[in-house]
């Protein structure tokens, strides 16, 4: 029988098809201020400049509950992950956003996943207090979770790990497993195009645990 496999993935523009802060950015223009050019001059960390920017929201549960909503998580993720338990395929989540909308996220699908993020607690006055889960034993002071470390620990109890992603915190982690168990869309995509290196493209969360569960070997 095959070694149980571990999928990590990013959630944000991974599991869904839009960014939380992408969604935020559009919804309150200005929001963002100087935070994330202070983030990409090396001023301040990635966890700050997203704390900064969800923490200058000001917006009613229910206009969260809609921008929450325009995330589009994949709608086959439920039966996506089943497909995946049944072949002893777990999943993981390694998240840089916030605990608040991954778990409403997930729990209007009814799927339970061990999640690895940022907590944090809406209030209408004063918008998305997101804090450092310093008390996780994959803990970065830069981005809150280290998802290389994740990948680490999942190599440590398994020869059989893939990782899915799409951004820039996604890169280490991606070239920690082999290219034939690599997912990428958006910015990693091309930043492992450009450097020659192997993956699979993917537009949908769904599409991976096919390719995963075809090839017995992997």
Known sequence: MAQPGILVSDF????????????????????????????????????????RIFAG?????????????????DPALRDSVTALDRQGWQV??????????????????????TVYTNPGVFTAEEGLVMRLPEG?????????????????EALRTSSRVAFAGDGRPDLAPALMVPPARRFARNWLAHKLLAMGEGFHPFERWSDIPPILMAAKEL
């Open 92 to 113: 993981v989540v390694a998240s840089a956003g916030c605990g608040w909308y991954i778990e409403r996220l997930l729990a209007a699908q009814g799927v339970a996943l």
């Open 136 to 152: 996780s034993p994959f803990f970065s002071p830069d981005i809150g979770v280290d998802k290389a470390a994740v990948v680490r």
């Open 12 to 51: 944000d523009g991974t599991i869904t098809r839009f960014d939380f802060y992408d969604l935020v950015c559009r919804e309150f223009p200005g929001v963002a201020g100087d935070h994330w050019h202070a983030y990409e001059a090396g001023t301040i960390t990635h966890f700050e400049a997203l704390r």
């Open 57 to 73: 929201i000001r917006a009613s549960e229910a206009q969260m509950a809609a921008i929450i909503e325009r995330m589009e998580i």
